[in-house]
């Protein structure tokens, strides 16, 4: 039971953990298909435009919607992710 004054370690995410909410997305997104979802595929060039799109918006999101530091620490994550996935990190 918790203590009052109590500290609980938490313990730091395995990458198994982190890829939790892809792997129910994937799961979502058939159960959905299975029912008549259509799924478009997009190609690298709209994936590219939309990235572009969302990383011009980040002076606007940054301290305006969502804290500085929030952000950043967000940012760096993406970027260690990435980075550890050998995808580039942008």
């Known amino acids: 039971m918790f203590q009052r004054g109590r500290t609980l370690e938490v313990p730091k995410p395995s990458s ?3 890829e939790l909410p892809h792997l129910f997305h994937i799961r979502e997104t058939q159960f959905a298909q299975k029912r008549g979802l259509q799924v478009h595929p997009v190609s690298k060039e709209a994936e590219e435009q939309w990235r572009k799109f969302s990383e011009n918006m980040y002076p606007e999101i ?3 919607i969502v804290p500085a530091d929030t952000f950043d620490k ?5 970027h260690d992710y990435r980075a550890a996935q050998g995808a580039s990190a942008k």
């Open 62 to 64: 940054r301290g305006h």
């Open 74 to 78: 967000v940012m760096q994550l993406l």
């Open 16 to 18: 198994a953990f982190c």
